[in-house]
């Protein structure tokens, strides 16, 4: 049923501008405010009002932009993680798209489903002739299309249809279990001269599907400065610690079909071995094979104006900065081009915004704090001085970064217009992962058919080795625990009702009561009931039980995608060595706005009907309340 808009409100401001900056921590804004690196967040601050803004639960970005959009809890907007499950076999799969499985006729206009259950506040002002205008919101697409002007953010795949995989060529021997190998593409010198290809899309053949492919040699410059790049008969050049331009490239799909792809190139050496590394293959955007932009056009209009640009929903390439593919500075690198390319995209819109709303996502300074945490903390297990003294700086200079762009939008504001600018989250050290299956197993309320050993590091992970039959619960995703439920799960036991409530408690308490085996801190802050945090059509698709960690501690990679190592609690030593999916308490983001707060303790749930207050609207049973 669609809850009822109420329009008969007095119109408080005639233009609504929402800048969303992912990740930005109020204790970093707080200390920098008072140092005065952050002049325009003081100066809006004292204009208006600054506070932390609570999170969602989980603490994560697809979870806490749903929620900033509809106002509304997971349980209606039906966002709960990055991670789902497939109940018929307990897989894991993504929760940021939907693929549309019915789409027999691979029609493209659905190939895929919204992520997101419910309206959200652009919705709500374009279905009554309020203009707006939407970059880079997370779990937006596939875009709905109506009046809203939309670019989709989290969620955009690659031109395969995954969240982004690189591609890594080089002539080095990379060990088959080395932690990306599958991304390596080994080639060989012939004099100069490598012949090999750039993999697209996946192509149904006879008896199986194989990638489209096409044609790149790499061609030696002659003073050894670079390489000479020839992409299906496009010649690039790139030297040696640059990148190169944007390439395009057609794949056949067979029929007389080929879809449009875009990448770009980063020369690592040239000599005496080659390290070339390729950024995903992602949508063009003059000839999108998806559709992520309301309208349709859209995207083409802002090709037309920028050129290209990055359309992955996730762009900076952490996973190749983690595996060695790319350094420090190339990630830095990578990281300022796609904030350029969103200042465009906002000055382009800002010219031409008369009234209505203009709401504007930036999320690198969330991925620098994920990679360079161990900077700011010393007793992360990665802290090394001299590597703070090097790259310390980068986390706050992304903040100044946040408060130019803040600036050069307050040059241009009156008096009617609204500015709020918030963060989905916080952010804290992640210093222990901890494994929560191995934990169930450990206390008997998950069973496997053979030890794990140490030699297992994904702990058998994809559920490998569960005895689901003799299983009561399972953990999945980013803090999730599940009751294997009969009559739910395909395998369950666990009777519903009291069966799973005592079942549920006796998790609660003793995992309540996890010690950490190194120094005897405690692990886990709260555990929550989805019963208790979740209402609505959808709260039945969440996880049973919610876990929130202590400062420092994170679930395990291998938890989230089924494992269960041996041992319970280690040191992270990855160089994503900072996070947010712990307690929500722990980890609120924040508010800036140039009017007054009438509310104590702003929830992120407030901005949605803060917005439409601004108009003079509201809507029935949106949980958040107007902060007007």
Known sequence: ????????????????????MDGLDPRIVSDLMERDVLPNFKELSQAGAFSTLATSNLAQSPVAWASIATGMNPGHHG????????????????AVYRINRKNIFCKREAMFLPVMQCNTFWDYASDNNIPSTILKWPMTFQPKQNNAKLFAGLGVPDIKGGLGRYSFYTTKEVP???????????????????????????????????????????????????????????????????????????????????????????????????ELYMTPVQINPKDPAFVITSPDEYIQELSREMGLFYTLGMPEDTKAFEEGRINEE??????????????????????????????????????????FWATRDTEHPLYESEYAEKYGHVIDDYYRKM????????????????????????FSTFRRSVHINSWLVENGYMKLTKKITTDDKDGGGL?????????????????????????????????????????????????SELQDPADGQSVVKKIYSSKDIYSGPNAGNAPDLIVGFQDGYRVSWQTAIGGAPAGLVEDNTKKWSGDHIIDPSLVPGILLTNFKIQREGPSLLDIAPTVLDCFGMSVSDMEGQTLI
């Open 1 to 20: 049923m669609q809850n009822q808009v109420n329009t008969n409100g007095p119109q408080k401001y005639k233009k609504v501008i929402l800048l969303g």
């Open 79 to 94: 966002v709960f993680d990055f991670l789902g499950r497939r109940i018929s076999d307990y897989m894991p799969e993504l």
């Open 176 to 274: 088959a279990h080395e932690e990306g190998a599958e991304k390596v593409i080994k080639v060989k010198f012939d004099g100069d001269f490598i012949k090999t290809f750039v993999a697209g899309p996946n192509v149904a053949k006879m008896r199986a599907r194989e990638e489209a492919k096409v044609d790149l040699s790499i061609m030696v410059l002659p003073d050894k400065s670079g390489a000479e790049l020839d992409v299906g008969g496009k010649k690039i050049i790139v030297k040696t610690s640059e990148w190169s331009e944007w390439v395009e490239a057609e794949f056949k799909l067979g029929m007389m079909k080929t879809t449009s792809g875009i990448f770009k190139f980063y020369l690592n050496e040239i000599n005496p071995s080659l």
């Open 330 to 371: 190339t990630f830095i690198s990578m990281c300022d081009e796609v904030i350029e390319e969103q200042e465009k995209m906002l000055w382009y819109e800002m010219d031409r915004f008369k009234e209505g709303i203009l709401a504007s996502a930036f999320f690198s300074t969330d991925r620098v704090q994920h990679m």
């Open 403 to 426: 408060d130019d762009i803040l600036g050069k939008v307050m040059k241009r504001v009156d008096d009617e217009t609204a500015v709020m600018v918030f963060s989905d989250h916080g």
């Open 463 to 511: 559920f490998q080795y569960v005895d689901w039959k003799n299983t009561q619960a399972y953990a999945l995703g980013f803090g999730g625990i599940y009751l294997n439920l009969n009559g739910r799960e395909r395998s369950g036991i666990v009777e519903k009702g009291e069966g799973a409530d005592s079942v549920a408690e006796a998790i609660i308490k003793g995992l």
